[in-house]
């Protein structure tokens, strides 16, 4: 699976954002998705998960209610809405993808097969 991530920008805080993350691969459907970000001088954190048929998501506790991860099958596409953005949300995000069995998710960085080459937010404020 390759994956590529677009949709980052510059937004003021309390705006908002849509990443999207194309999976090229016969292997999205049946692939848990997260989204990771990592800020400058800091470690790769999770944000969001979604399993396979998107039924199933999770999300870090300081994006609940803010941030929502949804995924289009069809389309081989995965996306993080980030509304009400938050300084503390700058950081390169990375989409990763795991290949899994069941409808499942997972929010551990190492749980990940795939990732994409990231794209930057940065909110001002």
């Known amino acids: 699976v390759q994956l590529q991530a677009s949709g980052g920008g510059l937004v003021q805080a309390g705006g908002s954002l849509t990443l999207s993350c194309a999976a090229s691969?016969?292997?999205?459907?049946?692939?848990?998705m997260g989204w990771f970000r990592q800020a400058p001088g800091k470690e790769r954190e999770f944000v969001a998960t979604?399993?396979?048929?998107?039924?199933?998501?999770y999300y870090t506790e300081s994006v609940k209610g803010r941030f929502t991860i949804s995924r289009d099958n069809a389309k081989n596409t995965v996306y993080l809405q980030m509304n009400s953005l938050k300084p503390e949300d700058t950081a390169v995000y990375y989409c990763?993808?795991?290949?899994?069995?069941?409808?499942?998710?997972?929010?551990?960085?190492?749980?990940?097969?795939?990732w994409g080459q990231g794209t930057q937010v940065t909110v001002s404020s």
């Open positions: 990763a993808a795991k290949e899994v069995f069941g409808d499942t998710y997972y929010a551990r960085t190492s749980a990940y097969d795939y």
């Open positions: 979604i399993s396979r048929s998107g039924s199933r998501t």
């Open positions: 691969g016969r292997t999205f459907s049946s692939s848990s």
